[in-house]
């Protein structure tokens, strides 16, 4: 591998489980993989989704940083349109003045939720057409710049946390590009443009303040296990875990009624969603990396793992470490 690996820890709360025991499995996760050498971990804005935990990101990542010494740690992301860019300033800011040197704040336009829930956070649906002009306020407050006169952000002002545009169309990539800002590729979940936006990104930044060059983080989903066909298992059995997220709402499938659905045209979808997967042993999986890396044209990837259970996980991403010489960096 040649490039540095990140994580986007999805606070799976397992089935049994409760939110705060997704919470100590985040903070297990991230103190193995600081041990590790993990560049960074991210937690995603998600809202009244049942087996996600990372609704309020700004206290995670707070939570999270109390409990770990070095390792950088961010929204991947915070769906601004969901919030006032003053309220994001003033919480990321507190916590880059709390934990300086290891904040990141990856943005994005999306609800991170249904039309029903987007309702119930009092957000205009017309919102996200106000995202690049809150991205810049935010920008502002953020680096002691204020585009608003007489208002300033208090923690934030000069703090100057480092922004990432995160998405999954051409939109994101021509935004990030203009801003000259750092660009996160939804691949992950969101396959299908990631060369032409990667591509349009590179072609069409403008360096800024923040950066000179253009960088870009691409998402790709990693199963890593001692054998391929548990690695395989692994994989069918996190398919099955998304078509209950996506389609269950109130009730879960068995296994094989989640294997009717995805072999509907909707459950199609789901599986395109994880395209770009490596399952297998380390060396299968650090072979598809160092493919995936050259594919995506990326500087970092960011790895998800979809997995269940804690051990699995934990187990995963130390073996992705051992075969990408991550341990002891």
Known sequence: MTVPLSILDLAIID???????????????????EKLGYRRIWYAEHHNMPTIASSATSVL??????????????????????????????????????FPGRIDLG???????????????????????????????????LSGNTLISGIDATPGKGTNVPLYILG????????????GLPYSFASH???QALQDAVAIYRRDFRPSAQLAEPYVIAGVNVIAAD?????????????????????????????EEA??????PGGQQVKQMGRYSAVGTPAEVRDYLDWFSTHADADELIVATQ?????????????LAGVTELAGA
């Open 15 to 33: 089935e049994g489980e409760t939110a705060r025991d997704s919470f100590a499995s985040s903070l297990a996760l991230a103190q193995h993989a």
């Open 227 to 255: 054998t391929a066909d548990e690695a395989q298992q692994m994989f069918v059995d996190g398919q099955r875990r998304r078509v209950t997220q996506l389609f269950g709402r109130d009730r879960t499938f068995t296994p």
């Open 259 to 264: 294997d009717m659905i995805l072999e509907s």
């Open 61 to 98: 990542v707070g939570y999270i940083a109390a409990n770990t010494s070095s390792i950088r740690l961010g929204a991947g992301g915070v769906m601004l349109p969901n919030h006032a860019p003053l309220t994001i300033a003033e919480q990321f800011g507190t916590l880059e003045t709390l």
């Open 107 to 141: 943005l994005g336009r999306a609800p991170g939720s249904d039309q029903k829930t987007m309702r119930a956070l009092r957000r205009d649906p017309m919102s996200s057409d106000s995202f690049p002009q809150d991205v810049q306020e935010l920008q502002g407050y």
């Open 307 to 319: 997995t269940p259970a804690l051990e699995s996980r934990l187990h995963s991403f130390e073996l």
């Open 168 to 179: 999954s169309s051409l939109f994101g990539a021509k935004l990030a590009a203009a801003l």
């Open 189 to 191: 979940f969101a396959p």
